[in-house]
């Protein structure tokens, strides 16, 4: 999945070119291609589909060179996860009636790669023979209100588990109580599912959504499905696949992990797995000169050098045209910060 704008991560994640075509770790390759390169390992290229806006398919054509287009699947407008993976599932179907397939976010950070691949076939192998939507679970090491939680029902026999109950982000002191039953699993956004077991859950739980897309059966992978799509798609539901699928079906489980996850969606996360100096601060630029400066994020281009003082608990994101200074412990006001700048100024900024 590889059309969200990341709003969280403005100024450098705009509109017209969001999170998953930065190269936000400073490595010189995006997180788009980082994701690409890591699922090279479970299935080969021709099996890799991009689910992305149209105004995006360059993008990918840019930064996945040899990427053939018959491997984007572009949305005309945007209506969240559930209709973007419906349409795929559709469509990957009419390719292969008894497909597995892999549903992951193109803007998150794996370190454990191993540790990654080894959790997907296993996934995998579940969901070919069982009647299963899998869901990965991420072994919760602190505990985050900003994470959606899993509650699963242990048992010894397996590795993959029952899920009980899908829970929104919860308060710091739910958030402790989860952490300390060892029950709970965040919510990273990866599926595993058979083509067949998750188009059935979207007639059972999203009759809606399922006929626009059933509509369309034989004109899949046609020269007509664009025209049909373009029709249809914005009648959609904007819903995620969460609300839509995953929180109502009764054969959903999980399978823990611990692989390095971040969802890298705010810049303290950012800040939390990048190098930082003594004084806890990480840098992405030419040069840093800091004095009595600690706890900040600091990220303006690479031929920019930065002089700060005496500044602590801080955001700094130059992005050529934007200059953002912001406190960390407010950096969930940035998304509206965003729209503000947009409404003032125009979208062009958003």
Same mark, same amino acid.
């Given at each position: !999945?590889?059309?969200?704008?990341?709003s969280r991560?403005?100024?450098?994640s /705009?509109?017209?070119?969001?999170?998953?075509?930065?190269d936000i770790l400073?490595?010189?390759?995006?997180?788009l291609q980082?994701t690409?390169e /890591?699922?090279?390992?479970?299935?080969p290229?021709?099996?890799?589909?991009?689910?992305t #806006? $149209?105004?995006?398919?360059?993008l990918i054509? $840019?930064?996945?060179?040899?990427v053939?287009d018959k #491997?984007?699947?572009?949305e005309?407008? /945007?209506r969240?996860?559930a209709?973007?993976?419906?349409?795929a599932?559709?469509k990957?179907?009419?390719l292969n009636p008894?497909a597995?397939?892999?549903?992951a976010?193109?803007?998150h950070?794996i370190?454990? =790669?191993d540790?990654?691949?080894?959790?997907?076939e296993?996934?995998? &192998?579940f969901?070919?023979?069982?009647? +299963?939507?899998?869901?990965?679970?991420? %072994?919760?090491?602190r505990?985050d209100?900003?994470?959606?939680y899993i509650?699963?029902l242990?048992?010894?026999?397996t590795?993959?588990?029952?899920? %009980?109950?899908?829970?929104?982000?919860?308060?710091?002191?739910?958030?402790k +109580?989860f952490? &300390?039953? #060892? $029950?709970y699993v965040?919510?990273?956004g990866?599926?595993?599912?058979n083509?067949?077991?998750?188009?059935s859950?979207f007639?059972n739980?999203?009759? %809606?959504?399922?006929?626009?897309?059933e /509509?369309?059966e034989r004109?899949y992978?046609?020269d007509?499905?664009y025209?049909?799509?373009?029709e249809n798609y914005?009648?959609?539901? #904007?819903i995620s696949?969460d609300?839509a699928l995953? =929180?109502? &079906? %009764?054969?959903?489980y999980?399978l823990?992990?611990?692989f390095g996850?971040?969802?890298?969606?705010t810049? &303290?996360?950012?800040?939390?797995? !990048?190098?930082?100096d003594a004084?806890n601060?990480?840098?992405?630029?030419?040069a840093?000169?800091l004095?009595?400066t600690?706890?900040?994020?600091i990220q303006?281009?690479?031929?920019?050098?930065?002089?700060?003082k005496?500044? +602590?608990?801080?955001?700094?994101?130059d992005?050529?045209?934007v200059? !953002?200074?912001?406190p960390?412990n407010?950096?969930q006001?940035?998304k509206?910060v965003?729209?503000?700048?947009?409404?003032?100024?125009g979208?062009?900024?958003q």
């Amino acid at each position: !999945m590889a059309g969200g704008v990341g709003s969280r991560f403005w100024p450098k994640s /705009r509109n017209n070119f969001p999170k998953q075509f930065i190269d936000i770790l400073g490595i010189g390759k995006s997180l788009l291609q980082l994701t690409y390169e /890591r699922f090279l390992k479970v299935c080969p290229e021709e099996n890799i589909y991009f689910l992305t #806006n $149209e105004i995006y398919t360059d993008l990918i054509k $840019e930064q996945l060179n040899g990427v053939s287009d018959k #491997n984007i699947i572009s949305e005309p407008c /945007r209506r969240n996860t559930a209709p973007c993976i419906a349409y795929a599932a559709f469509k990957i179907k009419d390719l292969n009636p008894n497909a597995n397939l892999v549903v992951a976010p193109s803007d998150h950070l794996i370190l454990k =790669e191993d540790v990654f691949i080894s959790k997907i076939e296993k996934a995998l &192998a579940f969901a070919e023979h069982n009647d +299963a939507l899998v869901t990965l679970g991420i %072994e919760p090491t602190r505990p985050d209100t900003g994470y959606g939680y899993i509650k699963y029902l242990k048992s010894s026999a397996t590795e993959i588990f029952k899920v %009980e109950q899908f829970l929104e982000k919860p308060t710091l002191e739910k958030a402790k +109580a989860f952490l &300390a039953t #060892n $029950e709970y699993v965040w919510n990273a956004g990866i599926f595993i599912w058979n083509v067949n077991a998750l188009l059935s859950g979207f007639k059972n739980f999203a009759i %809606e959504l399922y006929s626009v897309f059933e /509509r369309g059966e034989r004109l899949y992978n046609t020269d007509d499905e664009y025209v049909f799509i373009k029709e249809n798609y914005p009648k959609c539901e #904007n819903i995620s696949i969460d609300f839509a699928l995953m =929180e109502k &079906a %009764e054969n959903v489980y999980t399978l823990p992990g611990d692989f390095g996850w971040s969802d890298l969606g705010t810049w &303290a996360s950012l800040h939390e797995v !990048m190098s930082k100096d003594a004084s806890n601060n990480s840098f992405g630029g030419k040069a840093a000169f800091l004095q009595d400066t600690e706890n900040c994020l600091i990220q303006i281009p690479k031929e920019k050098i930065a002089v700060i003082k005496g500044l +602590a608990n801080y955001i700094v994101v130059d992005d050529g045209e934007v200059l !953002m200074i912001y406190p960390k412990n407010l950096e969930q006001e940035v998304k509206n910060v965003s729209a503000s700048v947009a409404d003032s100024l125009g979208e062009y900024y958003q």
